[in-house]
Nanobody, 123 residues
Framework: VQLQASGGGLVQAGGSLRLSCAAT????????MGWFRQAPGKERDFVAA????????AYANSVKGRFTISRDNAKNTIDLQMNRLKPDDTAVYYC?????????????????WGQGTLVTVSA
């Protein structure tokens, strides 16, 4: 079972990136999914989460209105559209799957993790 995150890169402040996470080995259509990020020297923080059906989402206050999480259960993927990026958004971004249908915002509640993709936002 793997979660493969991709789409990271270097972007200027104000720009956009779209992260994708592809699941292989099993379906996650009955799992809540989330994105977390970890900046150098800091703890892993919640960014966004989406319920199994895609009908409910949650965001950290720091990204609300700029980031959008979505999922395609037929393709077993989740995406994170990131707009109006700021230097403070620089981090390694991880996708994760929780053993629940509904939104979870604590990293301890997720049991499958991708390898991370680096996002660097220059000033």
């Amino acid at each position: 079972v793997q979660l493969q995150a991709s789409g990271g890169g270097l972007v200027q402040a104000g720009g956009s990136l779209r992260l994708s996470c592809a699941a292989t080995g099993r379906t996650f259509s009955r799992n809540a999914m989330g994105w977390f990020r970890q900046a150098p020297g800091k703890e892993r923080d919640f960014v966004a989460a989406i319920a199994w059906s895609g009908g409910s989402t949650a965001y950290a206050n720091s990204v609300k209105g700029r980031f959008t999480i979505s999922r395609d259960n037929a393709k077993n993927t989740i995406d994170l559209q990131m707009n109006r990026l700021k230097p403070d958004d620089t981090a390694v971004y991880y996708c994760a799957a929780a053993p629940n249908l509904w939104i979870r915002i604590k990293s301890q509640e997720y049991d499958y993790w991708g390898q991370g993709t680096l996002v660097t936002v220059s000033a």
